[in-house]
């Protein structure tokens, strides 16, 4: 299934006798922070479940739509379906699927696959039927919980889906009747839920009570036992799982807790808005397991897209951290009686997943005081590499510097050769957070690690002398005019500066005369701004061969379900706007 790697998850596995010189972040830690963690002796986040519901039981854990649950509650409820799963035939390392946004089915059915001894795959609640197909099919997913929302893509692929079950959520599960009173508004009011129809699917909310009833199951799960197969956004080719075990996330819910820690009041309960979905991996270990870890309590919203709804939420919560990407920012810095929500108690707002443009971090600034801290990591690295302060005194641009008990190598990617200090290199990882690698594909396994063990990230990053990181952009992102190399982040946030631009996306595409140009798609709130506008924009602050060819105005740019501007997606659509034959084909 996969090929298990030696040594690739050792604390500073070259040996004690590295440096200050080789790892200089040490010398730059927060005070407070360890050099490393003891990942040996973590166990599972069975047990991390388990321990945090014996210490904070009464404390409320999740809040969705208003509803509040207690730790205890959520074991509760876990266990049932834990209990469910064993009687359905689950045994341990079977896969379970949820494909559920942020509701309260979902981490009682993540923790309740765990506590049958399942790993789970996260999926996504958007895929066409033909993602899903492949999806379920590549991991071998017996069973399936997904919300009715979407259970007519299910409907849809299941022909060609290998399932033993199929499990139907539904927004007001695990609420009471506040719960039965919301799925009526949805289903009957909003009419969100397109007709269907599973045969012999199980409903959630009554596996939850026949599991009620059932003997607590029991797993003997180890560390070395996969939690996750978590897959690829697949924005480069076809979507791959990442093998993540117990050790590697519970490792970076550690190297978290380990990071922030200096800067929060361990006697102030911290409350997280989790806007990023759940099954995405950032969201997953900062918002969903971290917050498990400290007793925090975790805020549920279902769809960030609906600002107005995500705004109002925002004004009855008395929050303390944060986490988005740039695109939600920008989005609520812009959203109408955002001026009226109370960040008086934001302790930090966190970053990840692409770059923070600057005008976005000040105008963030200016509305809440708080200044964003950015951080950087992947799927195959559970997911955090780098962090900068959890409160830093400006917003640098920077990621930040390795987690504790993580070392980070830049390389030429053509020879695997460590680049000099403030040079370009491919930003290579090794630590206890790293997967294992890929499941079912050697090859790719293969092809993502160096033989020492450090993994492959695929993005460009510079680091400063004090061991401070910067991103440059992803290798196969960048543009090449005529032989030199232009980083899309870098036009993106010239002409997101410009007061007019609300987004905006860079990409390459071939010219004749130049091999590539540079080409730029804005989202603008001015119909004044034109293409000359933003040309020149650029040329006061761009090197000639860096400033766009050509500008395209759309209402919107296409993202991925973290809001992540997709790139790929935009060249895909010109190269068959100017290949018909190719679109033909």
Same mark, same amino acid.
């Given at each position: ?372 801290? @950015?951080?950087?990591?992947? %799927?195959?690295?559970?997911? *955090?590499? &780098? #962090?900068?302060? =959890?409160? +830093?005194?400006?917003? $640098? /641009? ?93 036009? @993106?946030?010239?002409?997101? %500066?410009?007061?007019?631009? *609300?987004? &905006? #996306?860079?990409? =390459?595409? +071939?010219?004749?005369? $130049? /091999? ?70």
């Amino acid at each position: 299934m996969v090929e298990h790697r030696r040594g690739a998850e050792g604390e500073f596995a070259s040996g004690e006798s590295r440096s200050y010189r080789d790892r200089p972040w040490l010398a730059s830690y927060p005070r407070g922070v360890p050099e490393r963690i003891d990942a040996a002796t973590l166990g599972t986040l069975v047990g991390l479940f388990r321990e945090s519901v014996r210490s904070f039981a009464e404390r409320p854990a999740y809040v969705s739509f208003g509803k509040s649950v207690s730790f205890a509650e959520v074991e509760r409820q876990a266990t049932a379906f834990a209990a469910w799963l064993r009687a359905q035939g689950i045994e341990k390392g079977d896969r379970v699927a949820l494909m559920l946004p942020n509701i309260l089915a979902y981490p009682v059915a993540m923790f309740g696959a765990h506590l049958a001894g399942a790993a789970v795959v996260n999926v996504n609640p958007l895929y066409t039927p033909a993602e899903l197909i492949h999806q379920i099919n590549d991991s071998g997913a017996r069973l399936i919980v997904a919300l009715e929302n979407v259970a007519h893509t299910v409907a849809e692929a299941l022909p060609s889906l290998r399932l033993d079950k199929v499990v139907i959520a539904t927004i007001g599960d695990v609420m009471g009747l506040r719960g039965v009173l919301l799925n009526l508004v949805v289903r009957y009011l909003k009419k969100a839920v397109p007709p269907f129809e599973i045969q012999h699917a199980a409903s959630f909310s009554a596996a939850l009570q026949l599991g009620a009833t059932l003997p607590k199951p029991t797993a003997d799960i180890s560390a070395d036992d996969i939690a996750f197969l978590q897959y690829t956004g697949g924005t480069t080719g076809t979507s791959k799982a990442a093998v993540l075990l117990h050790r590697n996330v519970l490792a970076n819910v550690e190297q978290i807790t380990a990071w922030f820690r200096p800067e929060t009041d361990p006697s102030v309960r911290q409350v997280m808005i989790a806007a990023l979905p759940l099954y995405h991996i950032y969201a997953l270990t900062c918002n969903c397991l971290y917050m498990m870890r400290i007793g925090g309590c975790a805020v549920l919203i279902a769809n960030p897209r609906d600002i107005k709804g995500f705004v109002a939420t925002l004004r009855k919560t008395r929050f303390t951290v944060i986490t988005g990407v740039n695109t939600l920012y920008n989005a609520l810095v812009q959203a109408a009686d955002i001026d009226k929500v109370d960040f008086s108690h934001l302790v930090i707002s966190s970053a990840g997943g692409m770059a923070v443009q600057e005008a976005v971090a000040a105008k963030w600034k200016a509305l809440t005081g708080s200044i964003i801290s @950015e951080g950087y990591g992947l %799927s195959e690295t559970s997911p *955090v590499v &780098t #962090a900068n302060r =959890g409160r +830093p005194e400006v917003f $640098s /641009g920077n990621i930040g510097m390795p987690v504790p008990s993580t070392e980070v190598s830049l390389r030429a990617p053509e020879n695997g050769a460590e680049v000099p200090v403030g040079s370009p290199g491919e930003l290579c990882v090794r630590g206890p957070q790293v997967m294992q690698g890929y499941w079912r594909a050697p090859n790719a396994t293969a092809a993502a690690f160096y033989p020492d063990g450090f993994f492959r990230t695929g993005d460009v990053a510079t680091m400063s002398p004090d061991g401070q990181f910067r991103i440059v952009d992803r290798i196969k992102d960048m543009i090449s005019v005529s032989g030199l190399k232009v980083t899309p982040n870098e036009v @993106e946030a010239v002409i997101a %500066s410009h007061p007019e631009v *609300v987004e &905006t #996306a860079v990409i =390459g595409l +071939p010219d004749a005369h $130049s /091999g590539e140009g540079v080409t730029a798609y804005v989202v603008s709130r001015s119909p004044d701004l034109t293409e000359d506008v933003v040309r020149a924009w650029c040329r006061e602050r761009l090197a000639a061969y860096k400033v766009p060819r050509h500008v395209t105005f759309r209402e919107n740019l296409p993202k991925s379900n973290v809001g992540k501007v997709l790139r790929r997606a935009l060249r895909d659509e010109a190269l068959e706007a100017m290949n018909p034959a190719r679109r033909a084909g």
